[in-house]
């Protein structure tokens, strides 16, 4: 038989002390959207709770968080051959609030605390897929949100600023 070591299953960082420091940030608002590079779509309350419903089925329960959306360009693209796309925060939770959108409980890592912080980046940006598919029975499953990313040009404006931490936008 073989022992694991049960600090190694413990996914918070060990050199810092005690729980990792989360905060609610809002990911996305309601409304249509026709502008976007990959064509129109609308945020309903009902998409929503798809993918709130579909977050709390998976079983790793965290959604990545990157610098400008690189976890979904190409991987031969940008920096990601040399450096790769690096998670800058976890989602830990999704929660649906009507008509506030969709909210997150946002687990930040460095150098994006710090940069939040400095008001180097001010706002999130979601990836969605609206049509996912189950990824053992291939049904569908509606939206789902895959990642997010910090950046200073969302396509979704009008967002609120992102929090590093409870003190509020920027903190």
Do not use: C
């Amino acid at each position: 038989a073989v022992e694991l070591d049960t600090a190694l299953l413990d996914d918070t960082n060990p050199v810092e002390a005690g729980p990792p420091k989360l905060v609610w940030n809002q990911l996305n608002k309601l409304g249509a959207f026709r502008g976007h590079v990959s064509g129109p779509f609308e945020i309903t309350e009902q998409i929503n709770a798809e993918i709130e419903r579909n977050f709390h089925a998976t079983q790793n329960k965290k959604i990545p968080i990157d610098f400008e959306h690189a976890s979904e360009q190409d991987p031969t693209a940008g920096t990601i051959p040399s450096e790769g796309a690096p998670a800058q925060g976890w989602i830990h939770d999704v929660q649906s609030r009507g008509r506030s959108g969709l909210w997150g409980l946002v687990e930040w890592l460095e150098p994006a605390r710090t940069y939040i912080r400095e008001k180097k980046y001010k706002f999130f940006s979601p990836a969605i897929r609206f049509s996912s598919k189950d990824r053992v029975t291939g049904q569908p499953i509606g939206a789902r949100m895959t990642s997010g990313a910090l950046t200073n040009n969302p396509f979704l404006d009008g967002l609120m600023p992102v929090a590093a931490s409870d003190h509020g936008p920027g903190t």
